[in-house]
């Protein structure tokens, strides 16, 4: 089937910097990509939608200024975490549908810690 | 989209088949109904997709009654690496749209 990767896996920040995070789409193309963030012992939580070549789609209560989230192209969706702080950290997962095949493929999911 | 109920945990020993099931009331019409998988620190991996009857590939069989309110994910012969936690959801566009997860099933095989 078709992979999603994700990079890094997992990185340490301090508090008040901004951390990057790839979402790639390694043998398909993706005009539409979802960002999760999941806490320990929790579900996975939609945080946003986004759109290759438009503004990103953001959940109910996700702050769009603090998670900025870019799809520049139609196999790479970024999130950026900005001003990280401890309340941060968390498994932040991102999947892609491959929509010839009708199934959604997930990354292997960023530990973001924040110090 | 519609909210699915499943059962917090569930025990099952090596060998067994296992049965989870899963609550869709207020499924709608165009609705697919899809399982994942998921081990501590990885992200969900697709099982299986049904629409309604029977479904089975080389991992489970899901089962859809004909009012499509519930379903049921069965696991042949689990073996200990099945244990992780299943999740159920419901959403139109089969499974490329936005995917809303449920609390899950927690799935603990013992030897």
């Known amino acids: 089937g078709a992979v999603v990767s994700q990079h890094p896996s997992r990185v340490i920040c301090k508090s008040g910097t901004s951390v990057k995070i790839e979402c790639r789409s390694l043998?398909?193309?993706?005009?539409?990509m979802f960002w999760y963030r999941q806490f320990p012992k929790q579900s996975l939580m939609l945080m946003a939608t986004?759109?290759?070549?438009?503004?990103?789609?953001?959940e109910q209560g996700v702050e769009k200024d603090k998670f900025l989230i870019n799809h520049a192209s139609l196999t790479l969706s970024t999130l950026t975490v900005t001003s990280a702080h401890p309340e941060d950290s968390s498994f932040y997962i991102c999947?892609?549908?491959?929509?010839?095949?009708?199934?959604?493929?997930f990354g292997p999911g960023t530990r973001l810690l924040v110090l | 989209l519609a909210k699915t109920t499943q059962p917090i945990s569930m025990d099952s020993y090596e060998g067994q088949e296992v049965n989870i099931t899963c609550s869709h009331n207020?499924?709608?019409?165009?609705?697919?109904i899809t399982w994942y998988q998921q081990f501590p620190s990885q992200g969900p991996r697709f099982i299986i997709q049904?629409?309604?009857t029977k479904v089975t590939n080389e991992v489970a069989s899901l089962f859809i009654p004909a009012d499509r309110k519930s379903s049921t994910l069965s696991l042949p012969r689990v073996s200990l690496s099945d244990t992780a936690v299943y999740y159920c959801?419901?959403?139109?566009?089969?499974?490329?749209?936005?995917?809303?997860f449920g609390q899950g099933t927690t799935l603990q095989v013992k030897p």
């Open positions: 049904g629409y309604k």
């Open positions: 986004s759109n290759e070549g438009s503004k990103a789609t953001y």
């Open positions: 959801l419901v959403a139109a566009s089969g499974n490329t749209g936005k995917l809303i």
């Open positions: 207020n499924i709608a019409t165009n609705d697919y």
């Open positions: 043998d398909f193309q993706a005009t539409t």
């Open positions: 999947s892609a549908p491959e929509t010839s095949e009708e199934t959604q493929y």
